[in-house]
């Protein structure tokens, strides 16, 4: 079965500065990639998803970029801020769709102002 | 537009016993999909249901087991607990089997002394 892999598990960045997570899948027939922001108390909310024939996408000060070669795909958010902190999971599905999701471990954002 | 609601928030219960946890979807949505999220894991898919039928399972044994209702509401079920049934237990309705975005309860905390 499919096996997602996210690194790092924790990541703390400075305001306004740029933080990145990376994710690996081992299903070349994954073909949706969402990413989900889970803050305290509360459940998963999709914050971007790429699909398998694009290669980036991008949403204000996120974005999201696929190397189907590789199996990698990679969230970035520019400009961070407090709110931005949360634990963030990547995912991966080969129906197309948010169904039957794997989810990577997580990476806990600290955003210090 | 209500969203997605679970019950009960807590509960504890002893190694042996059964449990029962309840959700209702978001208004129009036909599926639904419960995950197990172990502390400071990602969130592992259990099963979904499209229209009351088991539509895809993951790696769990058959004590976890669940229904969907014509109003699309969901239980999921768990016999014979075991403490490493310890987790937040997740669901998730969609509009279709096809949508992206999953829309994700609070969860339900069990905790199995």
């Known amino acids: 079965g499919e096996n997602v892999e996210q690194h790092p598990s924790t990541l703390s960045v400075q305001e306004g500065d740029s933080a990145v997570i990376k994710c690996t899948y081992s299903?070349?027939?994954?073909?949706?990639f969402p990413w989900y922001k889970q803050e305290l108390g509360k459940g998963p909310q999709l914050i971007i998803d790429?699909?398998?024939?694009?290669g980036e996408k991008k949403d204000q000060r996120i974005a999201v970029t696929l190397n189907k070669t590789a199996k990698h795909f990679s969230l970035h958010i520019t400009e961070t801020q407090p709110e931005d902190s949360a634990v963030y999971f990547c995912?991966?599905?080969?129906?197309?769709?948010?169904?039957?999701?794997?989810f990577g471990g997580g990476t806990r954002l600290m955003v210090k102002p | 537009e209500t969203g997605v609601t679970q019950s009960p928030t807590h509960l504890i219960k002893t190694r042996g016993q059964q449990v029962t946890l309840r959700c209702s979807s978001q208004s129009g949505h036909n599926t639904v999909s419960w995950y197990q999220q172990a502390l400071g894991q990602g969130p592992q898919f259990i099963f979904q249901y499209y229209r009351e039928e088991e539509n895809g399972r993951g790696n769990f044994p058959p004590r976890f087991s669940g229904l969907q209702f014509p109003n699309y509401s969901s239980e999921l079920n768990v016999n014979a607990l075991e403490l490493d049934d310890s987790a937040l237990y997740l669901c998730?309705?969609?509009?279709?089997?096809?949508?992206?975005?999953?829309?994700f309860g609070e969860g339900s905390r069990l905790t199995v002394l």
């Open positions: 299903d070349s027939a994954s073909n949706y």
């Open positions: 995912a991966a599905s080969s129906n197309n769709a948010g169904n039957m999701l794997t």
């Open positions: 790429i699909r398998s024939n694009v």
């Open positions: 998730a309705s969609s509009p279709s089997l096809s949508a992206g975005e999953l829309f």
